[in-house]
């Protein structure tokens, strides 16, 4: 059971949008990380606006995924070797001012195992086409986690618009 969650980093996108939120020298004093994110796209859902991208150490290789998602008329499930979160954030054509609300859970991150990963996350959206999804991950290093990088999927001119939110947290175990 966790103890105490302090608080090691936080970042809201300022005016213009960013291209990536990262956080580096995450120290290795915890036993577990979350990342509580806040994220929309200057993308359409079309464009996969509602899926960033996660990276570790810089590194985007090495990802797999399982995903059971649903719309509130159906469900799906699938499987991935890439590091997306699956609707960790909303795209441009979903309801104004409306952000994804997602938490990232990484267990043991300083281990020299395998990084495993939780997410859950929804899109909010006041139409059918709200999302919610919850991801099971692998990170099939064994290096601790040492920094994390966000970055909107399609890359290139995609930035993270204004008043976009992400949370690094420690977690002390007893």
Same mark, same amino acid.
């Given at each position: 059971?966790?103890?105490?969650?302090?608080?090691?980093?936080?970042?809201?996108?300022? /005016?213009?949008?960013?291209?990536?939120?990262?956080?580096?020298?995450?120290?290795?004093?915890?036993? &577990?990380?979350v990342?509580?994110?806040?994220?929309?796209? &200057?993308?359409?859902? #079309?464009?996969d606006?509602?899926?960033?991208?996660?990276? %570790?150490?810089? *590194?985007? *290789? !090495?990802? =797999?995924?399982?995903?059971?998602?649903?719309?509130? /008329? $159906?469900?799906?499930? %699938?499987?991935?070797? @890439?590091?997306?979160?699956?609707?960790?954030?909303?795209?441009? &054509?979903?309801?104004?001012?409306?952000? #994804?609300?997602?938490?990232?859970?990484?267990? !043991?991150? @300083? =281990?020299?195992?395998?990084?495993?990963?939780?997410? &859950?996350?929804?899109?909010?959206? !006041?139409?059918?086409?709200?999302? $919610? #999804?919850?991801?099971?991950?692998?990170?099939?290093?064994?290096? $601790?986690i040492? =920094?994390?990088?966000?970055?909107? %999927?399609?890359?290139?001119?995609?930035?993270f618009v204004?008043?976009?939110? $992400?949370?690094?947290?420690?977690?002390?175990?007893?």
């Amino acid at each position: 059971m966790a103890n105490t969650y302090t608080l090691i980093s936080s970042v809201t996108v300022g /005016s213009g949008g960013t291209t990536s939120i990262a956080f580096s020298s995450i120290p290795a004093t915890y036993t &577990d990380l979350v990342l509580v994110l806040s994220l929309r796209q &200057d993308q359409t859902a #079309a464009n996969d606006g509602q899926i960033p991208a996660i990276q %570790f150490n810089g *590194s985007s *290789s !090495n990802f =797999s995924s399982r995903t059971l998602r649903g719309t509130g /008329s $159906a469900a799906s499930s %699938f499987s991935a070797i @890439t590091n997306i979160l699956t609707y960790g954030s909303d795209p441009s &054509d979903f309801t104004s001012n409306t952000f #994804a609300n997602t938490q990232v859970y990484i267990p !043991n991150y @300083t =281990s020299s195992n395998n990084k495993s990963f939780s997410l &859950d996350g929804v899109t909010e959206n !006041n139409a059918t086409n709200a999302q $919610a #999804a919850l991801q099971a991950n692998l990170w099939s290093q064994t290096a $601790a986690i040492t =920094s994390i990088t966000l970055t909107p %999927f399609i890359g290139g001119a995609a930035v993270f618009v204004q008043y976009s939110t $992400a949370y690094l947290y420690g977690i002390s175990n007893a």
